[in-house]
């Protein structure tokens, strides 16, 4: 099942200009920030309050033809994607198959830590890109 909300993905079109907005207007500071080529992406993650919380994703593209690109170029910039932590983001990813839902992958693929990561499409989750998330350490919960 999912354990708890990890990340709420923002789409920007420049990640320095964006971290400066955060950090000036919300007092909200980059925790860890990386490039995943594959998803054609740099993103900074920002931790809320005491930090244990869900984080907040920057998700900048590096590529015109980018999933960021092409929501930038539709929507502007503003909320990209819901992602939820799992325990197993196979185990996650057959139970929503099995009810009907379009994955986009058939298996996971690198996410942000060394996570393993799947998508729903957005047209079979109300309008809302959702994302599992398997934790690099296997999704313990916290708190
Ligand atoms: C598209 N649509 C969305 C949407 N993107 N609706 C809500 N939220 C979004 N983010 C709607 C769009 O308005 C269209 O609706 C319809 O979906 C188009 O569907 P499509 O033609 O199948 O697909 P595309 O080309 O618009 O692409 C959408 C998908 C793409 C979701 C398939 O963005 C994708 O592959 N995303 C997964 C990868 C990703 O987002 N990577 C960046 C984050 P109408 O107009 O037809 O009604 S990387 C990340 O999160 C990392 C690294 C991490 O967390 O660790």
């Not at 420049?14 to 054609?40: K, P």
């Not at 996971?108 to 079979?124: A, E, L």
């Amino acid at each position: 099942g999912l354990l708890r909300i990890d990340h709420v993905g923002i789409a920007v079109a420049d990640l320095d200009e964006a971290l400066r907005f955060y950090a000036d207007s919300f007092g909200l500071h980059c925790v860890h920030q990386e490039t995943n080529e594959e998803q054609g992406v740099r993103e900074a993650m920002l931790a809320v309050g005491d930090g244990d919380g869900p984080r907040l994703q920057l998700l900048a593209p590096l590529r015109p033809d980018s999933a960021i690109a092409k929501f930038l170029d539709r929507n502007g910039p503003g909320l990209q994607q819901l992602a939820y932590t799992v325990t197993d983001v196979e185990a996650a990813a057959a139970a929503l198959r099995a009810r009907g839902l379009r994955l986009l992958y058939d298996a996971p693929k690198r996410g942000t830590g060394g996570s393993r990561i799947n998508f729903v499409h957005p047209k079979d989750a109300g309008g809302v890109l959702v994302e599992l998330v398997e934790p690099a350490s296997g999704g313990t919960p916290v708190g």
